[in-house]
Protein backbone atom coordinates (compact mmCIF):
# COMPACT_ATOMS: atom_id res chain seq x y z
CA UNK A 1 0.00 0.00 0.00
CA UNK A 2 0.93 3.32 -0.84
CA UNK A 3 0.52 4.78 2.58
CA UNK A 4 0.23 4.05 5.87
CA UNK A 5 -3.00 1.79 6.73
CA UNK A 6 -3.03 2.48 10.76
CA UNK A 7 -3.99 6.36 10.14
CA UNK A 8 -6.16 5.54 7.07
CA UNK A 9 -8.46 3.00 8.50
CA UNK A 10 -9.38 5.51 11.89
CA UNK A 11 -12.65 6.73 10.69
CA UNK A 12 -14.08 8.77 13.38
CA UNK A 13 -10.93 8.82 15.78
CA UNK A 14 -9.43 12.41 15.51
CA UNK A 15 -5.84 12.21 14.90
CA UNK A 16 -5.40 15.12 16.89
CA UNK A 17 -8.07 17.70 18.72
CA UNK A 18 -7.83 21.52 19.91
CA UNK A 19 -11.39 22.82 21.39
CA UNK A 20 -12.84 24.99 18.44
CA UNK A 21 -14.00 28.40 18.44
CA UNK A 22 -16.65 30.80 16.78
CA UNK A 23 -14.57 31.05 14.23
CA UNK A 24 -13.26 27.55 13.33
CA UNK A 25 -15.21 25.37 11.35
CA UNK A 26 -15.16 21.58 10.49
CA UNK A 27 -14.98 20.63 6.80
CA UNK A 28 -14.58 17.40 4.85
CA UNK A 29 -12.64 17.00 1.72
CA UNK A 30 -13.04 14.66 -0.75
CA UNK A 31 -9.88 13.51 -2.36
CA UNK A 32 -8.99 11.06 -4.91
CA UNK A 33 -5.64 9.71 -5.21
CA UNK A 34 -2.98 8.11 -7.88
CA UNK A 35 -2.49 4.36 -6.45
CA UNK A 36 1.20 5.56 -5.79
CA UNK A 37 3.62 5.94 -3.10
CA UNK A 38 3.95 9.39 -1.52
CA UNK A 39 0.45 10.59 -3.16
CA UNK A 40 -1.15 10.82 0.76
CA UNK A 41 1.36 12.75 2.26
CA UNK A 42 1.53 14.93 -0.53
CA UNK A 43 -2.39 15.54 0.20
CA UNK A 44 -1.79 16.64 3.79
CA UNK A 45 1.17 18.81 3.55
CA UNK A 46 -1.47 21.25 2.45
CA UNK A 47 -3.65 21.30 5.15
CA UNK A 48 -0.78 20.97 8.02
CA UNK A 49 0.97 24.21 6.14
CA UNK A 50 -2.04 26.16 6.54
CA UNK A 51 -2.89 25.14 10.27
CA UNK A 52 -5.10 22.71 9.45
CA UNK A 53 -6.29 20.67 12.55
CA UNK A 54 -6.70 17.26 10.49
CA UNK A 55 -9.54 15.73 12.50
CA UNK A 56 -9.57 11.85 10.31
CA UNK A 57 -8.69 10.51 7.50
CA UNK A 58 -11.42 7.96 5.82
CA UNK A 59 -10.76 5.15 3.49
CA UNK A 60 -12.56 2.62 2.44
CA UNK A 61 -10.48 -0.27 1.71
CA UNK A 62 -10.11 -1.87 -1.39
CA UNK A 63 -12.26 0.95 -3.05
CA UNK A 64 -11.32 2.55 -5.98
CA UNK A 65 -13.09 4.58 -8.47
CA UNK A 66 -14.39 3.58 -11.68
CA UNK A 67 -11.19 5.07 -12.89
CA UNK A 68 -8.75 3.24 -11.02
CA UNK A 69 -8.14 6.23 -8.13
CA UNK A 70 -8.79 5.85 -4.45
CA UNK A 71 -10.79 7.87 -3.20
CA UNK A 72 -10.24 9.31 0.37
CA UNK A 73 -12.33 11.23 2.93
CA UNK A 74 -9.96 14.08 5.11
CA UNK A 75 -12.00 15.86 8.35
CA UNK A 76 -10.32 18.84 8.52
CA UNK A 77 -10.71 21.78 11.05
CA UNK A 78 -9.67 25.52 10.08
CA UNK A 79 -10.99 28.91 10.40
CA UNK A 80 -13.01 29.37 6.72
CA UNK A 81 -10.15 31.66 4.94
CA UNK A 82 -7.50 29.39 6.09
CA UNK A 83 -9.67 26.33 4.38
CA UNK A 84 -10.14 27.95 1.19
CA UNK A 85 -6.36 28.39 1.17
CA UNK A 86 -5.93 24.87 1.90
CA UNK A 87 -8.03 24.06 -0.97
CA UNK A 88 -6.54 26.10 -3.40
CA UNK A 89 -3.10 24.96 -2.15
CA UNK A 90 -4.22 21.22 -2.79
CA UNK A 91 -5.52 21.93 -5.93
CA UNK A 92 -2.24 23.60 -6.87
CA UNK A 93 -0.48 20.76 -5.96
CA UNK A 94 -1.98 18.67 -8.11
CA UNK A 95 -4.49 17.00 -5.62
CA UNK A 96 -7.73 15.76 -7.06
CA UNK A 97 -10.27 17.71 -4.84
CA UNK A 98 -13.82 16.56 -5.54
CA UNK A 99 -15.53 17.87 -3.14
CA UNK A 100 -14.63 20.07 -0.19
CA UNK A 101 -16.06 21.41 2.84
CA UNK A 102 -19.91 20.29 1.60
CA UNK A 103 -20.89 16.97 3.51
CA UNK A 104 -19.19 17.42 6.81
CA UNK A 105 -22.89 17.00 8.98
CA UNK A 106 -24.69 14.76 6.83
CA UNK A 107 -26.52 13.30 10.18
CA UNK A 108 -28.48 15.01 12.51
CA UNK A 109 -29.83 13.81 15.83
CA UNK A 110 -31.94 15.50 18.50
CA UNK A 111 -31.38 14.83 22.63
CA UNK A 112 -33.08 16.91 25.35
CA UNK A 113 -31.20 18.17 28.42
CA UNK A 114 -33.12 18.44 31.67
CA UNK A 115 -32.14 20.37 34.68
CA UNK A 116 -30.19 23.13 35.87
CA UNK A 117 -29.73 24.28 31.99
CA UNK A 118 -29.93 28.08 33.02
CA UNK A 119 -28.64 30.33 30.41
CA UNK A 120 -25.01 31.38 31.29
CA UNK A 121 -24.32 27.23 31.83
CA UNK A 122 -25.85 26.20 28.68
CA UNK A 123 -23.68 28.02 26.59
CA UNK A 124 -20.59 27.32 28.11
CA UNK A 125 -22.09 23.51 28.00
CA UNK A 126 -22.93 23.65 24.14
CA UNK A 127 -19.11 25.01 23.17
CA UNK A 128 -18.46 22.03 24.99
CA UNK A 129 -19.99 19.55 22.92
CA UNK A 130 -19.02 21.44 20.13
CA UNK A 131 -15.47 20.92 21.00
CA UNK A 132 -15.68 17.68 21.90
CA UNK A 133 -18.24 15.59 20.54
CA UNK A 134 -16.92 16.44 17.09
CA UNK A 135 -20.70 17.77 15.99
CA UNK A 136 -22.20 21.31 15.74
CA UNK A 137 -25.68 22.29 17.77
CA UNK A 138 -27.07 23.59 15.04
CA UNK A 139 -30.27 24.10 16.79
CA UNK A 140 -31.31 25.52 20.36
CA UNK A 141 -34.86 25.49 22.11
CA UNK A 142 -34.63 26.01 25.85
CA UNK A 143 -37.78 26.27 28.61
CA UNK A 144 -37.94 28.14 31.19
CA UNK A 145 -39.42 26.25 34.45
CA UNK A 146 -42.86 26.24 34.40
CA UNK A 147 -43.12 27.60 38.12
CA UNK A 148 -44.57 24.17 39.02
CA UNK A 149 -41.16 22.99 40.36
CA UNK A 150 -39.82 21.15 37.36
CA UNK A 151 -36.76 22.00 36.05
CA UNK A 152 -35.82 23.57 32.53
CA UNK A 153 -35.48 21.17 29.57
CA UNK A 154 -33.24 22.06 26.33
CA UNK A 155 -33.51 20.33 22.86
CA UNK A 156 -30.53 20.65 20.94
CA UNK A 157 -30.37 19.52 17.52
CA UNK A 158 -26.62 17.79 16.65
CA UNK A 159 -25.01 17.55 13.35
CA UNK A 160 -22.43 14.89 12.81
CA UNK A 161 -20.76 13.55 9.99
CA UNK A 162 -21.74 10.45 8.47
CA UNK A 163 -21.48 7.38 11.14
CA UNK A 164 -20.15 9.75 13.83
CA UNK A 165 -23.71 10.91 15.56
CA UNK A 166 -23.08 7.69 18.22
CA UNK A 167 -19.67 9.02 19.10
CA UNK A 168 -21.43 12.53 19.42
CA UNK A 169 -23.92 11.53 21.39
CA UNK A 170 -21.98 9.18 23.85
CA UNK A 171 -20.21 12.46 24.16
CA UNK A 172 -23.03 14.60 25.37
CA UNK A 173 -23.93 11.99 27.15
CA UNK A 174 -20.85 12.23 29.77
CA UNK A 175 -20.77 16.30 29.39
CA UNK A 176 -24.02 16.05 30.92
CA UNK A 177 -23.65 13.80 33.44
CA UNK A 178 -21.03 16.04 34.80
CA UNK A 179 -23.29 18.60 34.96
CA UNK A 180 -25.89 17.01 36.55
CA UNK A 181 -28.32 17.22 33.67
CA UNK A 182 -30.63 14.17 32.52
CA UNK A 183 -30.39 13.06 28.61
CA UNK A 184 -33.21 12.05 26.37
CA UNK A 185 -31.63 10.71 23.44
CA UNK A 186 -33.07 10.43 20.10
CA UNK A 187 -33.59 6.58 19.60
CA UNK A 188 -32.49 6.13 16.24
CA UNK A 189 -34.11 4.33 13.45
CA UNK A 190 -31.61 1.73 13.18
CA UNK A 191 -30.75 2.26 17.20
CA UNK A 192 -30.50 -0.83 19.32
CA UNK A 193 -29.00 -1.35 22.86
CA UNK B 1 -54.39 -30.71 30.78
CA UNK B 2 -55.07 -30.62 34.40
CA UNK B 3 -53.83 -27.43 35.91
CA UNK B 4 -52.22 -25.88 39.40
CA UNK B 5 -52.12 -22.64 39.40
CA UNK B 6 -49.87 -20.87 41.86
CA UNK B 7 -50.52 -17.23 43.04
CA UNK B 8 -54.23 -15.42 42.33
CA UNK B 9 -53.72 -12.33 41.37
CA UNK B 10 -55.33 -10.68 38.12
CA UNK B 11 -53.46 -13.38 36.53
CA UNK B 12 -54.13 -16.34 38.04
CA UNK B 13 -57.56 -15.37 38.68
CA UNK B 14 -58.16 -15.35 35.34
CA UNK B 15 -56.51 -18.30 34.51
CA UNK B 16 -58.35 -20.28 36.38
CA UNK B 17 -61.75 -18.62 35.23
CA UNK B 18 -61.09 -19.53 31.73
CA UNK B 19 -59.47 -23.03 32.20
CA UNK B 20 -62.55 -24.74 31.76
CA UNK B 21 -63.02 -22.49 28.22
CA UNK B 22 -60.03 -23.94 27.16
CA UNK B 23 -60.41 -27.29 27.41
CA UNK B 24 -58.49 -27.46 30.91
CA UNK B 25 -59.40 -28.26 34.54
CA UNK B 26 -58.04 -26.60 37.47
CA UNK B 27 -56.86 -29.77 40.06
CA UNK B 28 -55.34 -27.11 42.46
CA UNK B 29 -55.32 -23.58 43.38
CA UNK B 30 -52.61 -21.61 45.96
CA UNK B 31 -52.10 -18.35 46.91
CA UNK B 32 -49.71 -17.29 49.75
CA UNK B 33 -51.92 -18.49 52.86
CA UNK B 34 -54.00 -20.68 51.78
CA UNK B 35 -54.92 -23.73 48.78
CA UNK B 36 -57.77 -25.74 47.72
CA UNK B 37 -56.69 -28.75 46.08
CA UNK B 38 -58.94 -31.43 44.27
CA UNK B 39 -57.98 -33.77 42.09
CA UNK B 40 -61.63 -34.30 40.52
CA UNK B 41 -61.19 -30.68 39.52
CA UNK B 42 -61.59 -27.53 42.01
CA UNK B 43 -64.80 -25.89 42.18
CA UNK B 44 -63.10 -22.43 40.98
CA UNK B 45 -66.00 -20.00 41.67
CA UNK B 46 -66.38 -21.21 45.26
CA UNK B 47 -62.61 -21.03 45.61
CA UNK B 48 -62.55 -17.15 44.72
CA UNK B 49 -65.75 -16.40 46.40
CA UNK B 50 -63.29 -18.34 49.68
CA UNK B 51 -60.72 -15.50 48.60
CA UNK B 52 -62.39 -12.99 48.43
CA UNK B 53 -64.61 -13.27 51.43
CA UNK B 54 -61.51 -14.51 54.02
CA UNK B 55 -58.07 -13.40 51.86
CA UNK B 56 -57.53 -16.98 51.48
CA UNK B 57 -58.12 -19.55 48.59
CA UNK B 58 -59.20 -22.36 50.68
CA UNK B 59 -58.24 -23.83 53.85
CA UNK B 60 -55.71 -26.51 52.38
CA UNK B 61 -52.10 -25.85 53.16
CA UNK B 62 -50.44 -23.83 49.89
CA UNK B 63 -47.64 -26.46 49.81
CA UNK B 64 -50.06 -29.23 49.20
CA UNK B 65 -51.09 -27.52 45.78
CA UNK B 66 -46.94 -28.11 44.78
CA UNK B 67 -47.42 -31.83 45.56
CA UNK B 68 -51.17 -31.90 43.85
CA UNK B 69 -52.21 -34.19 40.53
CA UNK B 70 -51.46 -32.10 38.07
CA UNK B 71 -49.64 -31.70 34.37
CA UNK B 72 -48.87 -28.31 34.16
CA UNK B 73 -47.58 -25.68 36.82
CA UNK B 74 -49.40 -22.07 36.43
CA UNK B 75 -46.42 -19.98 37.88
CA UNK B 76 -48.64 -16.51 38.66
CA UNK B 77 -47.02 -15.65 42.06
CA UNK B 78 -46.11 -11.65 42.00
CA UNK B 79 -42.48 -11.10 40.22
CA UNK B 80 -39.33 -10.68 42.70
CA UNK B 81 -35.64 -9.82 41.88
CA UNK B 82 -33.16 -11.25 42.93
CA UNK B 83 -33.31 -15.01 43.92
CA UNK B 84 -36.61 -14.76 42.26
CA UNK B 85 -38.53 -17.15 45.50
CA UNK B 86 -40.95 -17.95 45.69
CA UNK B 87 -41.72 -18.20 42.28
CA UNK B 88 -38.25 -20.38 41.42
CA UNK B 89 -38.94 -22.59 43.95
CA UNK B 90 -42.43 -23.62 42.32
CA UNK B 91 -41.09 -24.01 38.93
CA UNK B 92 -38.73 -26.28 40.26
CA UNK B 93 -40.90 -28.63 42.52
CA UNK B 94 -42.45 -28.77 38.86
CA UNK B 95 -40.21 -30.10 36.76
CA UNK B 96 -38.38 -32.12 39.10
CA UNK B 97 -41.96 -34.14 39.41
CA UNK B 98 -41.12 -34.02 35.72
CA UNK B 99 -44.60 -31.70 35.09
CA UNK B 100 -44.64 -28.72 32.98
CA UNK B 101 -44.25 -25.13 33.68
CA UNK B 102 -45.84 -22.10 32.42
CA UNK B 103 -44.69 -18.90 33.95
CA UNK B 104 -46.53 -15.21 33.68
CA UNK B 105 -43.89 -14.44 36.38
CA UNK B 106 -40.70 -12.02 35.51
CA UNK B 107 -38.20 -12.92 38.49
CA UNK B 108 -37.03 -16.70 37.23
CA UNK B 109 -36.63 -15.84 33.87
CA UNK B 110 -35.08 -12.74 33.92
CA UNK B 111 -33.05 -13.60 37.15
CA UNK B 112 -32.32 -17.14 37.05
CA UNK B 113 -31.86 -18.10 33.41
CA UNK B 114 -29.51 -20.30 33.12
CA UNK B 115 -30.76 -22.66 36.08
CA UNK B 116 -34.30 -22.63 35.03
CA UNK B 117 -33.00 -23.90 31.74
CA UNK B 118 -30.78 -26.58 33.53
CA UNK B 119 -33.64 -27.65 35.20
CA UNK B 120 -35.71 -28.08 32.01
CA UNK B 121 -33.06 -30.25 30.80
CA UNK B 122 -33.16 -32.53 33.56
CA UNK B 123 -36.68 -32.63 33.62
CA UNK B 124 -39.53 -34.79 31.08
CA UNK B 125 -41.34 -30.99 31.86
CA UNK B 126 -40.82 -28.04 30.04
CA UNK B 127 -40.70 -24.46 30.58
CA UNK B 128 -42.79 -21.71 28.64
CA UNK B 129 -42.59 -17.97 29.69
CA UNK B 130 -44.63 -16.22 26.64
CA UNK B 131 -46.50 -14.39 29.18
CA UNK B 132 -43.89 -13.07 30.90
CA UNK B 133 -43.26 -10.56 28.08
CA UNK B 134 -45.99 -8.29 26.60
CA UNK B 135 -49.03 -10.11 28.03
CA UNK B 136 -51.32 -10.54 25.27
CA UNK B 137 -48.76 -9.45 22.92
CA UNK B 138 -47.06 -12.49 21.14
CA UNK B 139 -43.79 -11.57 21.11
CA UNK B 140 -41.78 -14.50 22.39
CA UNK B 141 -44.00 -16.55 19.08
CA UNK B 142 -43.13 -14.41 16.77
CA UNK B 143 -39.74 -14.51 17.48
CA UNK B 144 -39.64 -18.33 18.19
CA UNK B 145 -41.71 -18.54 14.32
CA UNK B 146 -39.50 -16.19 12.76
CA UNK B 147 -36.20 -17.86 14.81
CA UNK B 148 -34.12 -16.20 17.71
CA UNK B 149 -31.01 -16.43 15.58
CA UNK B 150 -32.92 -14.52 13.12
CA UNK B 151 -33.55 -11.69 15.32
CA UNK B 152 -30.67 -9.42 15.56
CA UNK B 153 -33.18 -7.16 18.17
CA UNK B 154 -36.23 -5.92 19.38
CA UNK B 155 -37.02 -2.33 21.36
CA UNK B 156 -40.28 -1.03 22.24
CA UNK B 157 -43.23 -0.01 24.83
CA UNK B 158 -43.47 -2.61 27.70
CA UNK B 159 -44.92 -0.76 30.40
CA UNK B 160 -48.47 0.40 30.04
CA UNK B 161 -48.00 2.09 33.30
CA UNK B 162 -45.05 4.61 32.34
CA UNK B 163 -46.83 4.93 28.65
CA UNK B 164 -49.68 5.94 30.24
CA UNK B 165 -47.69 8.70 32.33
CA UNK B 166 -45.65 9.86 29.85
CA UNK B 167 -48.62 9.72 26.75
CA UNK B 168 -51.31 11.85 29.18
CA UNK B 169 -48.37 14.11 30.40
CA UNK B 170 -47.55 15.08 26.49
CA UNK B 171 -51.06 15.43 25.36
CA UNK B 172 -52.51 17.23 28.44
CA UNK B 173 -49.19 19.73 29.40
CA UNK B 174 -49.75 17.92 32.72
CA UNK B 175 -46.97 17.65 35.05
CA UNK B 176 -45.51 14.35 36.51
CA UNK B 177 -46.92 14.08 39.94
CA UNK B 178 -50.22 15.04 38.45
CA UNK B 179 -50.69 12.44 36.04
CA UNK B 180 -49.06 9.85 38.23
CA UNK B 181 -51.31 10.47 41.06
CA UNK B 182 -54.28 9.83 38.68
CA UNK B 183 -52.80 6.80 37.50
CA UNK B 184 -52.86 5.17 40.73
CA UNK B 185 -56.51 6.67 41.40
CA UNK B 186 -57.79 4.63 37.87
CA UNK B 187 -55.78 1.82 39.34
CA UNK B 188 -53.04 1.88 36.55
CA UNK B 189 -49.88 2.40 38.92
CA UNK B 190 -49.55 0.99 42.04
CA UNK B 191 -49.29 2.69 45.40
CA UNK B 192 -45.40 2.05 45.06
CA UNK B 193 -45.23 2.54 41.30
CA UNK B 194 -41.17 2.43 41.32
CA UNK B 195 -41.48 -0.89 39.93
CA UNK B 196 -43.03 0.17 36.72
CA UNK B 197 -41.86 4.46 36.63
CA UNK B 198 -38.19 3.29 37.12
CA UNK B 199 -37.75 0.85 34.30
CA UNK B 200 -37.54 -2.15 36.29
CA UNK B 201 -40.59 -4.02 34.78
CA UNK B 202 -39.24 -3.27 31.45
CA UNK B 203 -36.14 -4.33 31.85
CA UNK B 204 -36.57 -7.52 33.36
CA UNK B 205 -38.82 -8.01 30.31
CA UNK B 206 -35.61 -7.00 27.77
CA UNK B 207 -33.69 -9.09 30.13
CA UNK B 208 -35.74 -12.18 29.41
CA UNK B 209 -35.87 -11.22 25.71
CA UNK B 210 -31.65 -10.66 25.50
CA UNK B 211 -32.04 -14.56 27.15
CA UNK B 212 -33.77 -15.74 24.67
CA UNK B 213 -31.85 -14.28 21.62
CA UNK B 214 -28.58 -15.31 23.25
CA UNK B 215 -29.63 -19.16 23.34
CA UNK B 216 -27.43 -19.56 26.03
CA UNK B 217 -24.22 -18.14 24.88
CA UNK B 218 -24.58 -15.36 27.31
CA UNK B 219 -27.06 -14.94 30.12
CA UNK B 220 -28.28 -11.96 31.61
CA UNK B 221 -29.86 -10.51 34.84
CA UNK B 222 -31.35 -7.22 35.69
CA UNK B 223 -27.84 -6.34 37.04
CA UNK B 224 -26.97 -6.60 33.08
CA UNK B 225 -28.88 -3.91 32.52
CA UNK B 226 -29.01 -0.10 31.68
CA UNK B 227 -32.14 1.17 33.47
CA UNK B 228 -33.44 4.89 33.38
CA UNK B 229 -36.81 5.35 34.14
CA UNK B 230 -38.99 8.25 34.19
CA UNK B 231 -39.90 9.25 37.08
CA UNK B 232 -39.84 13.53 38.04
CA UNK B 233 -39.59 13.97 33.54
CA UNK B 234 -40.49 17.53 33.68
CA UNK B 235 -43.16 18.27 31.37
CA UNK B 236 -40.84 20.99 29.42
CA UNK B 237 -39.41 18.19 28.08
CA UNK B 238 -42.40 16.79 26.39
CA UNK B 239 -42.87 19.95 25.38
CA UNK B 240 -39.85 20.42 23.61
CA UNK B 241 -40.17 17.07 22.24
CA UNK B 242 -43.69 17.88 20.79
CA UNK B 243 -42.41 21.20 18.85
CA UNK B 244 -40.07 19.03 17.27
CA UNK B 245 -42.84 16.52 15.73
CA UNK B 246 -41.30 13.93 18.46
CA UNK B 247 -42.28 12.40 21.91
CA UNK B 248 -41.13 10.79 24.71
CA UNK B 249 -41.50 7.09 25.66
CA UNK B 250 -39.52 4.63 27.94
CA UNK B 251 -38.32 2.16 25.20
CA UNK B 252 -36.32 -1.23 26.00
CA UNK B 253 -34.18 -2.32 23.80
CA UNK B 254 -32.42 -5.99 23.68
CA UNK B 255 -30.11 -7.87 21.95
CA UNK B 256 -27.75 -10.47 22.62
CA UNK B 257 -24.85 -8.08 23.44
CA UNK B 258 -27.37 -6.19 26.05
CA UNK B 259 -30.12 -4.58 27.55
CA UNK B 260 -31.08 -0.80 27.75
CA UNK B 261 -34.22 0.91 29.14
CA UNK B 262 -34.66 4.26 29.19
CA UNK B 263 -36.47 7.58 28.02
CA UNK B 264 -35.99 8.05 24.39
CA UNK B 265 -37.21 10.73 21.80
CA UNK B 266 -39.82 8.85 19.14
CA UNK B 267 -41.74 10.69 16.34
CA UNK B 268 -44.71 11.65 17.71
CA UNK B 269 -47.15 9.45 15.19
CA UNK B 270 -44.54 6.66 14.37
CA UNK B 271 -45.37 3.31 15.72
CA UNK B 272 -43.61 2.93 18.87
CA UNK B 273 -45.44 6.22 20.25
CA UNK B 274 -48.75 4.12 21.38
CA UNK B 275 -50.90 5.70 23.55
CA UNK B 276 -52.72 5.06 27.46
CA UNK B 277 -51.67 1.70 28.73
CA UNK B 278 -50.90 0.08 25.29
CA UNK B 279 -47.81 -1.60 24.57
CA UNK B 280 -45.72 -2.19 21.44
CA UNK B 281 -42.41 -4.34 20.66
CA UNK B 282 -40.66 -4.25 17.31
CA UNK B 283 -38.75 -6.96 16.24
CA UNK B 284 -35.51 -7.13 13.57
CA UNK B 285 -36.18 -10.01 11.78
CA UNK B 286 -33.15 -11.56 9.13
CA UNK B 287 -35.60 -11.39 5.32
CA UNK B 288 -38.78 -10.56 6.86
CA UNK B 289 -37.31 -6.84 8.50
CA UNK B 290 -39.07 -4.81 10.76
CA UNK B 291 -42.41 -6.57 12.51
CA UNK B 292 -44.32 -4.30 14.75
CA UNK B 293 -46.72 -5.56 17.50
CA UNK B 294 -48.50 -3.60 19.56
CA UNK B 295 -51.90 -4.44 22.17
CA UNK B 296 -52.04 -5.02 25.90
CA UNK B 297 -49.30 -5.25 27.47
CA UNK B 298 -50.64 -5.96 30.56
CA UNK B 299 -53.71 -7.16 32.77
CA UNK B 300 -55.55 -10.25 34.35
CA UNK B 301 -57.65 -11.61 31.14
CA UNK B 302 -55.19 -10.64 28.78
CA UNK B 303 -51.79 -11.98 30.14
CA UNK B 304 -54.38 -14.95 30.69
CA UNK B 305 -54.53 -15.51 27.26
CA UNK B 306 -51.04 -16.19 26.79
CA UNK B 307 -50.77 -18.28 29.70
CA UNK B 308 -53.40 -20.46 28.49
CA UNK B 309 -52.30 -20.08 24.61
CA UNK B 310 -48.62 -21.58 26.57
CA UNK B 311 -50.21 -24.29 28.18
CA UNK B 312 -52.04 -25.41 24.65
CA UNK B 313 -48.68 -25.49 23.24
CA UNK B 314 -47.67 -27.95 25.84
CA UNK B 315 -50.60 -30.54 24.14
Known amino acids: MPYDERIIHHRGIPVTSSGSTDQTGTYTVRLELADEPGELLRALTPIADNGGNLLSIYHERGRLTPRGRIPVEVDVESPPDRFETIVEDLRAAGVNVIRAGEERYSEAVTVILVGEVIDADLSALLSRIESCAGATVDEVAVTAPRGDGEPASARLRLAAAEGRVETAVATVRTIAEEADLRVVEELTAGGSA | ?315
Do not use: W
Open chain 2, 1 to 315: MRLAVIGVGAVGRAVAEFADSYGHEVTAIADSTGATVESAGVDVSAALAHKDDTGAVGDDDPADALAADYDVLIEATPTTLGDAQPGFDHVRAALERDRHAVLANKGPVAERYGELRALERDSDGSVRFDAAVGGAIPILPTIRDVGAARVSGVRGVLNGTANFVLSRMAAEGLAYDHVLAEAQDLGVAEADPSFDVEGTDAALKCVILANVLANGEREFTLSDATVEGIRDLPGSALELAAEDGRTVRLIGEATREGVRVGPRLVPEHGPLAVAGTLNVAQIDAEHAGRLSLSGRGAGGPETATAVLADVGRLG
